[in-house]
């Protein structure tokens, strides 16, 4: 499985758009891109996940570059419960190599 | 899709005891994982829990340390063993969704030990 590299951290104002960048330059044909995010230590939350298409779903939209390197979460209007860490692994197996996760922190 | 609960939500042991950690699933799922989160720390895969066979393990997961009980569809437990300070962290139960779309996992509440 690819790994993949983030910043360490982020602020972004309160109904602005945050946008989330992830590296995964190693990815192969067949992994998928996952993002989830992490409240206060609980249990990781599934967001979006992508092939090579952009995504869109009620939470996010997902754009992956069309050489699959790298790809960017977008949250359209960034509220304070979205502060949070978020991670993107790539994966092609159902096993996950997490990287270390953006600090995304949304300010009033 | 699917809802996990884990028991205990937290505990506090003692260095050389052992802790089981319960992982139950809503539905019958195919694939469980267990994941430790140390401090500040991202999630590391510990192994792959698989139903009627043996869990594979990742590399520096050994089964002595933790071994890992999967007797039907919608039960796992974790055991650490023999623990230390250094084992102090969140342990997460995840599952594939067999009715979710290209294998997102779904994360259990996590568990988080302290070791004294």
């Known amino acids: 499985d690819a790994k993949t590299t983030q910043p360490t951290s982020m602020d972004c104002a309160e109904g602005r758009a945050a946008n989330l960048p992830c590296n995964h330059s190693t990815i192969s044909g067949n992994e998928y891109v996952y993002w989830y995010r992490q409240i206060h230590s609980q249990g990781p939350q599934y967001i979006i996940h992508g092939l090579k298409n952009n995504e869109t779903n009620e939470m996010a939209s997902l754009i992956i570059t069309e050489d699959r390197k790298s790809s960017t979460l977008i949250l359209p209007h960034a509220t304070l419960r979205d502060t949070a860490v978020y991670y993107c692994?790539?994966?092609?197996?159902?096993?996950?190599?997490f990287g270390t996760g953006t600090r995304l922190k949304v300010l009033a | 899709s699917a809802v996990i609960s884990q028991k205990p939500s937290r505990d506090i042991c003692q260095r050389g005891t052992s802790l089981t950690i319960q992982c139950q699933v809503d539905?019958?799922?195919?694939?469980m994982f267990w994941y430790r989160q140390q401090p500040g720390q991202s999630l590391t895969l510990i192994a792959t829990?698989?139903?009627?066979?043996?869990?594979?393990?990742e590399s520096g997961f050994v089964i002595d340390k933790f071994p890992i009980s999967r007797p039907n569809l919608t039960f796992s437990t974790l055991t650490v063993s023999n623990m230390s300070p250094e084992d102090s962290s969140i342990y997460l139960c995840s599952v594939v969704d067999p009715l979710a779309g290209a294998g997102e996992q779904y994360f259990g509440p996590g568990t988080r030990l302290t070791v004294t």
């Open positions: 539905s019958q799922v195919t694939m």
């Open positions: 692994a790539a994966s092609g197996t159902y096993k996950y190599i």
């Open positions: 829990a698989n139903q009627g066979s043996e869990a594979t393990y």
